[in-house]
């Protein structure tokens, strides 16, 4: 099946530091989205990305939906500690709606 | 609380015995779905529903049955357990709508980690 190639698979940084990961696929993207996952929880989605060269920022968070459709990234400004998480992306393919397909996360952890 | 909500939390179980796992959600969405998380921490859609019909039912073993008595509950049954149907699974919810957009956003619940021994 299709598979979002997510990166860094791990980060380990130091609080008020700046973050970035991205997401890239083969295939074209209709829509971007964020989530975070806790320890033991759900993902919750951070940031929903609807059309290519979007911009968009929520608090510390920033994401982009590529040009070309096939990647996105997210920014975090100035870590806190407790940004740490697994964060995934998600893409819809045109012709799937409901259907996610996930990366594989990024797992952050920031050092206080 | 507005959310979406499983039960049960945890599940341990003997391989080859059936087991249910129930989700609700309150937020009035009409599509509900199933993910498998795996130890790699990997999230793959499992089923989807939208208003009691399946709309989405990905490559999954026929023990693994997901019945939706109405638009705010869906539940996964699993028969004949096996030792590989250990992970976390998420139930989770999605409005729909004419537009696109809606149908993407989803909202997870907290889900049910199942051990199967």
């Known amino acids: 099946g299709q598979q979002l190639n997510q990166s860094p698979q791990s980060m380990f940084i130091q609080e008020g530091e700046d973050v970035s990961m991205n997401c890239t696929s083969s295939?074209?993207?209709?829509?971007w989205l964020w989530y975070k996952q806790d320890p033991g929880e759900g993902p919750v989605l951070l940031i929903a990305l609807y059309k290519a060269g979007e911009l968009t920022s929520n608090g510390r968070l920033t994401a982009q939906f590529g040009i070309t459709r096939k990647d996105s990234f997210l920014n975090i400004s100035a870590s806190i500690p407790s940004d740490v998480g697994i964060y995934f992306c998600a893409g819809q393919r045109g012709g799937s709606n409901y259907k996610l397909t996930f990366g594989k996360g990024t797992l952050l952890t920031v050092n206080p | 609380d507005t959310a979406v909500s499983q039960t049960p939390k945890y599940l341990v179980t003997q391989m080859g015995n059936d087991k249910s796992i129930k989700c609700e959600q309150n937020?009035?969405?009409?599509?509900m779905y199933w993910y498998k998380q795996d130890s790699k921490k990997f999230l793959k859609i499992m089923f989807s529903?939208?208003?009691?019909?399946?709309?989405i039912n990905e490559t999954v073993p026929n023990r693994f049955s997901p019945k939706s008595p109405d638009k705010a509950h869906l539940n996964l049954h699993i028969n004949s357990l096996e030792l590989g149907d250990s992970a976390v699974y998420f139930c989770?919810?999605?409005?729909?709508?004419?537009?696109?957009?809606?149908?993407?956003?989803?909202?997870f619940g907290p889900g049910t980690r199942l051990t199967v021994l």
């Open positions: 295939s074209i993207f209709n829509t």
């Open positions: 989770a919810s999605s409005p729909s709508g004419r537009g696109v957009r809606a149908n993407n956003e989803q909202f």
């Open positions: 937020l009035g969405h009409d599509t």
């Open positions: 529903y939208n208003n009691k019909e399946l709309i």
